[in-house]
């Protein structure tokens, strides 16, 4: 069974910064494309980008909203996928998916539960 | 960037057919797929690349996509259909992105 499970979400001030990670489990990892989703409260969901597998480049894609303030990155030996915000402001406020595929032949097929950040004074 | 349209809100009653639509230039060139999110839930894939639904998904889902519109279609509509559906696309390519409709609130009668 895939299973994705989110954790490091909390409350912190604008300017401040958190790690998000994502354990995986019930798939081959190694080969998987990541990425991270979020909905701010009451709204639609929001790409924020993607690690593409190792074997496809191990590269990275971000939204322009997050673009050099977040980082993503994966341990392969883990089977674990983080992400680094820092600079956090107030419209970073969301609930934060991750979930695997490409977003473009197969969709985004798995989610985790997510897990909350917010950013207030 | 790239936008997707979609109704913010469709009703229906309760055996008939529901159609949710997603807008975009040319969208029918692309791949489209469509997410299903419950209240206090995580979004389900329901259609991955405009017809092919993932194992589990009833055959009541179906999806279809043409010149400026993709359309998810819901048969045979149940309580517990009511939800959230987001349209999406994405590219892996030299532009690379995933965008989102901005969400239909489909409400059973």
């Known amino acids: 069974e895939v299973q994705l499970v989110e954790s490091g979400g909390g409350l912190v001030k604008p300017g401040g910064s958190l790690r998000l990670s994502c354990a995986a489990s019930g798939f081959s990892f190694t080969y998987a494309w990541m990425n991270w989703v979020r909905q701010a409260p009451g709204k639609g969901l929001e790409w924020v980008g993607r690690?593409?597998?190792?074997?496809?480049?191990?590269?990275?894609d971000y939204a322009a909203p997050v673009k050099g303030r977040f980082t993503f990155s994966r341990d392969d030996s883990k089977n674990t996928f983080y992400v680094q915000m820092n600079s956090l402001k107030s419209e970073d406020t969301a609930v934060y998916y991750c979930a695997t595929g490409d977003g473009a032949t197969v969709g985004l097929d798995y989610w985790g539960q997510g897990t909350l950040v917010t950013v207030s004074p | 960037s790239y936008v997707l349209t979609q109704p913010p809100s469709v009703s229906v009653a309760p055996g008939r057919t529901a159609r949710i639509t997603c807008g975009g230039i040319?969208?029918?060139?692309?791949?489209v797929h469509w997410y299903q999110q419950k209240p206090d839930q995580a979004p389900v894939l329901v259609i991955y690349y405009d017809t092919d639904r993932p194992s589990g998904i009833p055959e009541r889902f179906s999806g279809s996509n043409s010149g400026n519109t993709a359309t998810l279609t819901i048969s045979r509509v149940e309580a517990g259909d009511e939800a959230d559906y987001y349209c999406q696309v994405g590219d892996t390519g030299s532009d690379p992105y995933v965008v989102f409709g901005g969400g239909t609130k489909l409400t059973v009668l």
């Open positions: 690690f593409t597998s190792k074997s496809d480049g191990g590269t990275t």
């Open positions: 040319n969208i029918g060139s692309k791949g």
